[in-house]
């Protein structure tokens, strides 16, 4: 099993920036496809970006791309978030997941295990 803690979050105007952290512990994180998804109230929980066990491939949600990067460093068992140009309606709360598929995913329920959440706010 794997335990991820999700970090970074905070409150932002619009157009800024921030970095979200994803710290794993119990198993390496390179056994897993890593993703992150996001849940603004009364919404469903969507995914953002994924990326291969090695750092590849990566894919993107159309409304985050260009705008947000994910990377993972193995050595540090973390998974990132780079997120710029925010805008209001990034607002959510970010989950970081793992996936022990050979494919990324971009559904929730594929994924094994998750963090709490960290908490982002777009002020406009």
């Known amino acids: 099993q794997v335990q991820l803690v999700e970090s970074g979050g905070g409150l932002v105007q619009a157009g800024g920036s921030l970095r979200l952290s994803c710290a794993a512990s119990g198993s390496i994180i390179s056994n897993y496809n890593m993703g992150w998804f996001r849940q603004a109230p009364g919404k469903e929980r969507d995914f953002v970006a994924g990326?291969?066990?090695?750092?590849?491939?990566?894919t993107y949600a159309k409304s985050v791309k260009g705008r947000f990067t994910i990377a993972r460093d193995n050595a540090k068992n973390t998974v990132y978030l780079q997120m710029n140009n925010l805008k209001p309606e990034d607002t959510a709360v970010y989950y970081c997941?793992?996936?022990?598929?050979?494919?990324?995913?971009?559904?929730?329920?594929?994924?094994?295990?998750w963090g709490q959440g960290t908490q982002v706010t777009v002020s406009s």
């Open positions: 990326i291969g066990r090695s750092g590849g491939p990566t």
């Open positions: 997941a793992a996936d022990l598929d050979v494919i990324i995913r971009s559904t929730s329920g594929n994924y094994d295990y």
